[in-house]
Nanobody, 121 residues
Framework: VQLQASGGGTVPAGGSLRLSCAGSGSRLRINAVGWYRQAPGKQREWVAAITSGGSTKYADSVKGRFSISRDNAKNTVYLQMNSLKPEDTAVYYC????????????????WGQGTQVTVSS
């Protein structure tokens, strides 16, 4: 399931952004979705995940600052990012592999368009 991320931008350190993840059709609302990011010169890393039932999990680097949620009526998954740090600067992606509980690994083959997040110091 290829998904498209949007909502990125440039914010000062300590600021907030909300990213959105949308997919075609109705399958998004029944799948687990993950958020990922890739900083320049680094490998893509997993950031957060939400199951079809709404259970969430976060990477230690963003725990307490980022929040993942879903609005099934809008077929959209969100990533609320607060207290942003310069090290959060990256291209952010969302993805799903058609499972209700599992999200793709960061080296998954298929990716949609990401959205750039830049945090200035």
């Amino acid at each position: 399931v290829q998904l498209q991320a949007s909502g990125g931008g440039t914010v000062p350190a300590g600021g907030s952004l909300r990213l959105s993840c949308a997919g075609s059709g109705s399958r998004l609302r029944i799948n687990a979705v993950g958020w990922y990011r890739q900083a320049p010169g680094k490998q893509r890393e997993w950031v957060a995940a939400i199951t079809s039932g709404g259970s969430t999990k976060y990477a230690d680097s963003v725990k307490g600052r980022f929040s993942i949620s879903r609005d099934n009526a809008k077929n959209t998954v969100y990533l609320q990012m607060n207290s942003l740090k310069p090290e959060d600067t990256a291209v952010y992606y969302c993805n799903s592999q058609g499972s209700r509980w599992l999200v793709p690994s960061p080296d998954y083959k298929y990716w949609g368009q990401g959205t750039q997040v830049t945090v200035s110091s």
